[in-house]
């Protein structure tokens, strides 16, 4: 019942007034049918949005997840003092997204920003606030605050992983001759292949839906440059009362994300699920 109060009921809602040109207030009458989708994929706001989204999931794939990797594997051998790097690099993870924009836009501060006096004593160029405020860095710098909040969560996913493989097997592979990196890549990537997958999957879902640290730091700007699919609909919603409009952005990033999610569950999954559930068939 639940589910149906706050999952489906929401989307057929949403789905409902996108049909219409509608401002918010009283009942939806002015009726356009598609109009609205066939606004958002001619809306160059839209299509730079669906272009930003792009980009963070390509530099997530590309970068942030080899880096939670590579921390996984290092925090996973016997250095000193490894559990309190462990809750180091996990700490970002903890805070909340608004929490995180709010302390970047304080280290990140002109003249007076934590960033600014770092900059100073290296003798670099200024690094200030001007990173949000430059259309060719902006969504750069927006990548490396999401990365430096998940790429903990990632890495404890991957660590989790690696503690599960038999340490056997590796040991076989060192007494066979194998170093360090064939181990990795013979043994150990493939055996987190199934932890990776979900990894990329949540880094995909994240992406797509990205709101709350885009709105504290940048509001989308500068000329909606930093903008994502989920900060156009709730400028159109609630700040331009367009509602039917957002309604429509909302559906289609619904639709992103179902029709991702089903690929992604169809054709890379298979093989987890398959395999756990003949597991859980064989416990039986």
Do not use: C
Not at 26 to 39: H, I, M, Q
């Amino acid at each position: 019942m639940l589910f149906l109060l706050l999952v489906i009921a929401p989307i057929l809602l949403a789905g409902y007034t996108s049909m219409y040109k509608w401002n918010g207030f009283n009942l939806p009458e002015n009726f356009v049918g598609l109009d609205n989708f066939t606004r958002a994929f001619q809306d160059p706001t839209f299509l730079g949005d669906l272009w930003h989204t792009l980009v963070l999931i390509t530099l997530s794939l590309v970068i942030q997840l080899p880096v939670s990797l590579a921390l996984a594997m290092l925090l996973n051998q016997k250095l000193k003092g490894r559990s309190i790097y462990r809750v180091i690099f996990f700490a970002p993870y903890v805070l909340s997204e608004v929490t995180t924009a709010v302390l970047f836009t304080l280290v990140l501060s002109p003249n007076r920003g934590l960033g600014q006096q770092i900059a100073g004593w290296l003798g670099i160029e200024a690094l200030d606030g001007a990173v949000f405020a430059d259309p060719d860095t902006v969504l750069y710098a927006l990548f490396f605050v999401i990365s430096w909040k998940y790429f903990g969560f990632h890495m404890i996913l991957y660590l989790a992983g690696r503690q599960g493989i038999p340490q056997e097997l590796t040991e076989a592979a060192t007494t066979d001759g194998a170093g360090a990196w064939q181990v990795f890549r013979h043994v150990t990537l493939p055996l987190l292949g199934p932890t990776i997958r979900i990894s990329v999957f949540l880094s995909v879902i994240g992406s797509i839906q990205l709101f709350d640290m885009v709105w504290v730091l940048t509001g989308g700007g500068p000329i909606h440059s930093s903008e994502t699919m989920a900060v156009t609909m709730f400028d159109r919603g609630f700040r331009r009362f367009e509602v039917g409009y957002a309604s429509a952005i909302s559906i289609i990033m619904f639709l992103i994300s179902l029709v991702f999610a089903l690929f992604y569950q169809r054709y890379v999954l298979r093989r987890d699920t398959e395999g756990a559930l003949t597991t859980l068939g064989d416990q039986r």
